[in-house]
């Protein structure tokens, strides 16, 4: 937006700072909210009853209570609307769901956003990879109920590895500035 004229540019200035004002607690609050993310869905025919109807399974994430979820939904047919079917949740025996490109990329700009990275980042021309889930045992940043994906500093031809960074979803944050696995992790 171009403002041109003293007046109108402080006035343009007024109105940015009154508005960064207002958003800020805004975003905060929003931070705060309780936030799911479908990871991937599908159509499929499901039985009901006697007959099979058309639904949607979803795989989502619950990042304030750290679990996974599949939920069938039944789609809106004639005057019936969408309705849920049923609930899973921490699904047993699947794992946690491979991370979605979402999900990737809300790490990916975590870690740009972090200042002291990004001037790692800036310095070696980094180029960022990966997106690998890291699963750790209970008491460790990434253990149960986290959501923890690595990222890949890599030089700019892919030919070089410069640091793993690990963000944790649920926290919206970098648990491991530089992550190196241990030999235990790396053996499973």
Request: proline fraction near 6%; include cysteine.
């Amino acid at each position: 937006m171009e403002v041109r004229g003293t007046r109108h540019g402080l006035l343009a200035l007024a109105l940015f700072a009154c508005a960064t004002a207002v958003a800020a607690p805004a975003l905060a609050a929003a931070k705060a909210e309780h936030r799911v993310r479908v990871i991937r869905s599908w159509p499929e025919d499901v039985r009901v009853g006697n007959g099979t109807q058309p639904a949607r399974v979803e795989i989502v994430f619950d990042y304030t209570a750290g679990v996974s979820i599949e939920r069938v939904v039944l789609l809106a047919q004639g005057n019936a609307p969408e309705r849920e079917l049923s609930t899973k949740a921490n699904l047993p025996g699947h794992g946690d769901p491979r991370p979605s490109q979402e999900e990737i990329a809300e790490a990916f700009q975590t870690v740009r956003a972090d200042r002291d990275i990004a001037k790692v980042i800036k310095v070696t021309n980094a180029i960022l990879d990966g997106g690998f889930q890291i699963f750790e045992p209970a008491g460790m940043p990434c253990g149960p109920g986290s959501r923890c994906l690595e990222v890949q500093l890599m030089t700019d031809n892919r030919l070089g590895f410069i640091r793993n960074v690990i963000v944790d979803l649920t926290k919206q944050a970098i648990v491991y500035r530089t992550y190196m696995p241990t030999e235990e992790a790396k053996s499973k």
